[in-house]
T-cell receptor, first 113, second 115 residues
């Protein structure tokens, strides 16, 4: 049972380059999320998708776009990377019921130089 | 919207000592609360959660947490620390906002275990 799979695990970009982070879950969850983790700031929500076909901004959406390709897949795109986007990115999925836990991928460590 | 505050970004204890990680939340409705652990270079893993019922919740690896509504707290404890407990710990609250369920996280507490 794979759970939540993120690719790639590591990436180095030059300022201005673009890239897409991929995420897929095999638990038939309705909701999917993208977080970024920075030292001392916990996890901050970038974008989320409550269900297939819907996406909404989270706390820190600037510089990012997302696509909910189908129920399984939720991708995060950086159109023009900036050094401030150097971070660890986590994808998560969760059932729609509020007392259920979120399941996380292993993370993508992104460095923008 | 709900929020979570974790007191202490770093906590250091000796092996065998009590572990106490503090978490306070703000919520206008009965909260659903979670503790997650993150080992180095890994994703987050659920330790335990409080939904309804018993206020003392037991989790994996000997951890437990007590929900105290009067103090708006959900502190995480373990009677005797082990070296393998060294990790970062996150408290989170379930928030229903703009028609969607989200998890709002605290800032995290890095736990160091001294031999």
């Amino acid at each position: 049972n794979a759970g939540v799979t993120q690719t790639p695990k590591f990436q180095v970009l030059k300022t201005g380059q673009s890239m897409t982070l991929q995420c897929a879950q095999d638990m038939n969850h309705n909701s999917m999320y993208w977080y970024r983790q920075d030292p001392g700031m916990g996890l901050r929500l970038i974008y989320y998708s409550a269900s297939e076909g819907t996406t909404d901004k989270g706390e820190v959406p600037n510089g990012y776009n997302v696509s909910r390709l189908n129920k399984r897949e939720f991708s995060l795109r950086l159109e023009s990377a900036a050094p401030s986007q150097t971070s660890v990115y986590f994808c998560a999925s969760r059932d729609i019921v509020p007392d259920t836990e979120a399941f996380f991928g292993q993370g993508t460590r992104l460095t923008v130089v | 919207a709900q929020s979570v505050t974790q007191l202490g970004s770093h906590v250091s204890v000796s092996e065998g000592a009590l572990v106490l990680l503090r978490c306070n939340y703000s919520s206008s409705v009965p909260p659903y609360l979670f503790w997650y652990v993150q080992y180095p270079n890994q994703g987050l893993q659920l330790l335990l959660k409080y939904t309804t019922g018993a206020t003392l919740v037991k989790g994996i690896n000997g951890f437990e947490a007590e929900f105290k509504k009067s103090e708006t707290s959900f502190h995480l404890t373990k009677p005797s620390a082990h070296m393998s407990d060294a990790a970062e710990y996150f408290c989170a609250v379930s928030d229903f906002d703009q028609g969607a369920q989200k998890l709002v996280f605290g800032q995290g507490t890095r736990l160091t275990i001294n031999p």
